[in-house]
Nanobody, 127 residues
Framework: QVQLVESGGGLVQAGGSLILSCAASGRTFSSVGMGWFRQAPGKERNFVAA????????YYADYVKGRFTISGDNAKSMVSLQANSLKPEDTAVYYCVADTEVGRTWSISEVYEWNYWGQGTQVTVSS
C-alpha cells in the first residue's frame, strides 16, 4: 500500500513563502505523476499543480500560476511545491496526490484521477 506523507505546512504572513514536501512512506512506487490539491474550510477540494513523469510536463491551476512551482523525483517518489507570494486565500489543507493507473486520458484537475492521497498539511496565510 502506498502512503504519502506531507510536510512543510505552517503559518506565514501574506507575501511570504513555504515549501511543501511529499514522500512515499515505506517504499517507492511507479506513478504516472504526482501533484497537489488543496481544500479550504467549507469548500471543495481543488487542483493546485501536477507533474507528469514521462516528459516532465508541469501543470498549474490559474490561481497559483506564476507563484507556485512543482518539482519532484520519480525515482524517489517525491514531490515538492514551492509556494511564493502567498495570499490569505491560499489558506487551506494541502494534499499530496499520486496517480499510479495509466489511462487513456489524464484528468489532472479531477479528484477521481488520483488514487493515492496524503493526510494533508495545513497552510495558513495571515493578512
Amino acid at each position: 500500500q502506498v502512503q504519502l506523507v506531507e510536510s512543510g505546512g505552517g503559518l506565514v504572513q501574506a507575501g511570504g513563502s513555504l515549501i511543501l514536501s511529499c514522500a512515499a512512506s515505506g517504499r517507492t512506487f511507479s506513478s504516472v505523476g504526482m501533484g497537489w490539491f488543496r481544500q479550504a474550510p467549507g469548500k471543495e477540494r481543488n487542483f493546485v499543480a501536477a507533474v507528469r513523469w514521462s516528459d516532465g510536463e508541469t501543470y498549474y491551476a490559474d490561481y497559483v500560476k506564476g507563484r507556485f512551482t512543482i518539482s519532484g523525483d520519480n525515482a524517489k517518489s517525491m514531490v515538492s511545491l514551492q509556494a511564493n507570494s502567498l495570499k490569505p486565500e491560499d489558506t487551506a489543507v494541502y494534499y499530496c496526490v499520486a496517480d499510479t493507473e495509466v489511462g487513456r486520458t489524464w484528468s489532472i484537475s479531477e479528484v477521481y484521477e488520483w488514487n493515492y492521497w496524503g493526510q494533508g498539511t495545513q497552510v495558513t496565510v495571515s493578512s
